[in-house]
């Protein structure tokens, strides 16, 4: 991935100091004058002094696809975390420019999947199968570029937390074995779903020799699971689920797929953000809801959906930290930059890189 940044760019350190009101005015007041230069993204995960300005929101790959969609736009200002970034850029067209406003917004699921680690993965298990004919790699879309552009290289492609399940017996009906990562919860509750007896999953741990596996567990498997996970989804417990239950009577579970599969198991529904709102906001009012993904999300569906009971599926606050990082300050200063000509945080996957990317999100998107 590479990024710029206008060396004679606005400091961002003069706007940490501003007070929130200020930086709506600001925000907003340069978004009206870049008018239609411009379109800004905003995550489901989001806080809501950066929601507030989106012109869309949703999940990662939505995101993504409506930036395409709009060409006519040329600037892109996308708050999310640098895969979302880096998925906007792959799809953009020519002329669009990406822009993050803050660098370090990253995502810690994404980053236990480092390229290296995939590449001697692939190296070790070649070592031992036809890898090439006998294992497809599937990488979540939640990930680097590179990673996308490793399984479009080898036959591979992308899934998404809602399509994961008819990604993965396409995978099957082309090759015996599936590396799917950095996900492990992800790929596990979507096995565990299609009844893969467990003798036939392994959890493949990037530290250890042959992934910490025996060979003969290796060509046992069907589904080789990388060890990752989403700091916050992976919080939830089943004695949460059991909490609510006991305390609200009638309350439904509903969680996201990337949980444990203790606790999917124990929800009475599961699925991605876009299910989880759509199915909170269609549900009737006076009904209680227990929700287990990010603390943003869940609560700007308790505002929005007041007459309903929603609550955060656990005691302990946990937003998405690095998401967290895109806030006012940083939004504010990337679009007055912007509207000064400046161009701050910019987004580009290289070339190559991009090809191979965009070739596993094309397999996917042709399946979904």
């Given at each position: 991935?590479?990024?710029?940044?206008?060396?004679?760019?606005?400091?961002?350190?003069?706007?940490?100091?501003?007070?929130?009101?200020?930086?709506?005015?600001?925000?907003?007041?340069?978004?009206?004058?870049?008018?239609?230069?411009?379109?800004?993204?905003?995550?489901?995960?989001?806080?809501?002094?950066?929601?507030?300005?989106?012109?869309?929101?949703?999940?990662?790959?939505?995101?993504?696809?409506?930036?395409?969609?709009?060409?006519?736009?040329?600037?892109?200002?996308?708050?999310?975390?640098?895969?979302?970034?880096?998925?906007?850029?792959i799809l953009s067209r020519?002329?669009?420019?990406?822009?993050?406003?803050?660098?370090?917004?990253?995502?810690?699921?994404?980053?236990?999947?480092?390229?290296?680690?995939?590449?001697?993965?692939?190296?070790?298990?070649?070592?031992?199968?036809?890898?090439?004919?006998?294992?497809?790699?599937?990488?979540?879309?939640?990930?680097?570029?590179?990673?996308?552009?490793?399984?479009?290289?080898?036959?591979?492609?992308?899934?998404?937390?809602?399509?994961?399940?008819?990604?993965?017996?396409?995978?099957?009906?082309?090759r015996e074995k599936i590396?799917?990562?950095?996900?492990?919860?992800?790929?596990?509750?979507?096995?565990?779903?299609?009844?893969?007896?467990?003798?036939?999953?392994?959890?493949?741990?990037?530290?250890?020799?042959?992934?910490?596996?025996?060979?003969?567990?290796?060509?046992?498997?069907?589904?080789?699971?990388?060890?990752?996970?989403?700091?916050?989804?992976?919080?939830?417990?089943?004695?949460?689920?059991?909490?609510?239950?006991?305390?609200?009577?009638?309350?439904?579970?509903?969680?996201?797929?990337?949980?444990?599969?203790?606790?999917?198991?124990?929800?009475?529904?599961?699925?991605?953000?876009?299910?989880?709102?759509?199915?909170?906001?269609?549900?009737?009012?006076?009904?209680?809801?227990?929700?287990?993904?990010?603390?943003?999300?869940?609560?700007?569906?308790?505002?929005?959906?007041?007459?309903?009971?929603?609550?955060?599926?656990?005691?302990?606050?946990?937003?998405?930290?690095?998401?967290?990082?895109?806030?006012?300050?940083?939004?504010?200063?990337?679009?007055?930059?912007?509207?000064?000509?400046?161009?701050?945080?910019?987004?580009?996957?290289?070339?190559?890189?991009?090809?191979?990317?965009?070739?596993?999100?094309?397999?996917?998107?042709?399946?979904?």
């Open positions: 991935m590479i990024t710029t940044l206008a060396t004679d760019s606005l400091p961002l350190t003069e706007y940490q100091r501003l007070p929130a009101d200020e930086l709506f005015r600001r925000t907003a007041a340069a978004k009206r004058a870049l008018g239609n230069r411009v379109m800004v993204l905003g995550h489901n995960y989001q806080r809501d002094e950066v929601i507030e300005h989106a012109d869309f929101r949703g999940d990662s790959l939505l995101l993504a696809k409506l930036a395409a969609q709009h060409a006519d736009r040329p600037n892109i200002v996308f708050c999310g975390v640098h895969f979302m970034a880096e998925t906007a850029d020519s002329g669009q420019t990406v822009i993050l406003p803050d660098m370090a917004a990253g995502c810690s699921m994404a980053d236990m999947a480092a390229i290296e680690q995939v590449d001697q993965c692939w190296d070790m298990l070649g070592r031992i199968l036809p890898v090439e004919e006998a294992v497809l790699p599937i990488v979540y879309v939640n990930s680097a570029a590179v990673l996308k552009a490793f399984c479009g290289e080898h036959g591979g492609l992308t899934c998404t937390s809602s399509n994961a399940r008819a990604i993965v017996e396409w995978a099957w009906q082309r590396l799917f990562f950095p996900d492990e919860h992800l790929g596990r509750n979507t096995a565990n779903r299609m009844g893969l007896p467990r003798e036939e999953m392994i959890v493949w741990d990037p530290s250890q020799p042959n992934g910490g596996q025996r060979r003969e567990a290796i060509h046992r498997a069907k589904l080789i699971l990388w060890k990752g996970h989403c700091s916050v989804h992976q919080m939830f417990q089943p004695a949460h689920v059991e909490y609510f239950r006991k305390q609200y009577p009638g309350l439904q579970v509903i969680v996201h797929p990337e949980c444990h599969e203790d606790v999917v198991n124990k929800a009475d529904i599961v699925g991605s953000t876009e299910l989880i709102i759509r199915t909170v906001k269609a549900a009737p009012a006076g009904t209680s809801w227990a929700v287990g993904t990010e603390l943003n999300l869940v609560n700007r569906l308790k505002r929005e959906e007041a007459d309903k009971k929603v609550f955060f599926l656990s005691s302990t606050v946990c937003q998405c930290a690095t998401m967290y990082r895109i806030d006012g300050p940083h939004l504010c200063w990337a679009m007055e930059n912007l509207a000064q000509g400046q161009v701050v945080n910019r987004i580009v996957v290289p070339d190559d890189e991009k090809t191979w990317a965009k070739t596993a999100l094309d397999r996917m998107m042709a399946l979904s």
